[in-house]
């Protein structure tokens, strides 16, 4: 039961990278995913988060309008698109899911226990 996390690069200001958040060993489809990101010297941040029940979609006010986050059922990823992207963007992302089934989401970190490697994302100025 593993997450990995991909998608990460160097950007310039303003611009989008897709990340991913890919499941190996069970389907993302009846779990509810949260991405996550943590800068240097700042704490972990929720940034996103997808039920699985109902499709709904939640996003931290940092990100609302720049960020959309997706299932794509035949990958069995989570995706979160990131547009309009900032230097205080920068930061390694992580998807999580709970530990066992349960449809709902949040952006609080103790809300999982399954954390895929993070993958690095860097906006320049």
């Known amino acids: 039961v593993q997450l990995q996390a991909s998608g990460g690069g160097l950007v310039q200001t303003g611009g989008s990278l897709r990340l991913s958040c890919a499941a190996s060993?069970?389907?993302?489809?009846?779990?509810?995913v949260g991405w996550f990101r943590q800068a240097p010297g700042k704490e972990r941040e929720g940034v996103s988060c997808i039920s699985s029940s109902d499709g709904r979609r939640y996003y931290a006010d940092s990100v609302k309008g720049r960020f959309t986050i997706s299932r794509d059922y035949a990958q069995n990823t989570v995706d979160l698109q990131m547009n309009s992207l900032k230097p205080e963007d920068t930061a390694v992302y992580y998807c999580a899911t709970p530990a066992q089934e349960h449809s709902g989401c949040a952006l609080i970190g103790s809300w999982y226990s399954n954390w895929g490697q993070g993958t690095q994302v860097t906006v320049s100025s």
């Open positions: 060993g069970f389907s993302l489809d009846y779990y509810g």
